[in-house]
């Protein structure tokens, strides 16, 4: 838990507080270092429900589907699906790895 949330700070560091999807799109280096750090959410992932299936993370199927899209489909990656994980889901995400670390 405590690599995803290093790596979703990590994100918001990369992202600063000025970026916006127009930026993203552009910067090449960002969407890389970005799509590495998604790629190892859905690894650290897949390693505690290797530990224990039971284990509650929400959306853990579509958090490794999303690593395995982009480490397999790298040439089909979508920039706005992307923007949609990184503004949408990985706050909530943070917001729960926060509650297991604080438990």
């Keep these: 838990m405590f690599d ?8 918001d560091d990369y992202l600063g507080k000025q970026t916006d999807f127009n930026t993203f799109t552009k910067n090449k280096l960002l969407r890389r270092a970005i799509e590495r750090e998604i790629e190892i959410i859905g690894e650290a992932t897949k390693r505690i429900l290797n530990v224990d299936p039971h284990f ?5 199927r579509e958090i490794i589907d999303t690593r395995n899209w982009i480490s397999h489909g790298y ?12 503004t949408f889901h990985l ?9 297991y670390l604080n438990k």
């Design 4 to 11: 995803i949330k290093n790596v979703i700070e990590s994100i």
């Design 91 to 99: 706050p909530k995400l943070l917001q729960e790895v926060n509650h």
């Design 56 to 60: 509650k993370i929400s959306n853990s």
């Design 75 to 86: 040439d089909k990656v979508d920039e706005t699906i992307l923007w949609g994980i990184i």
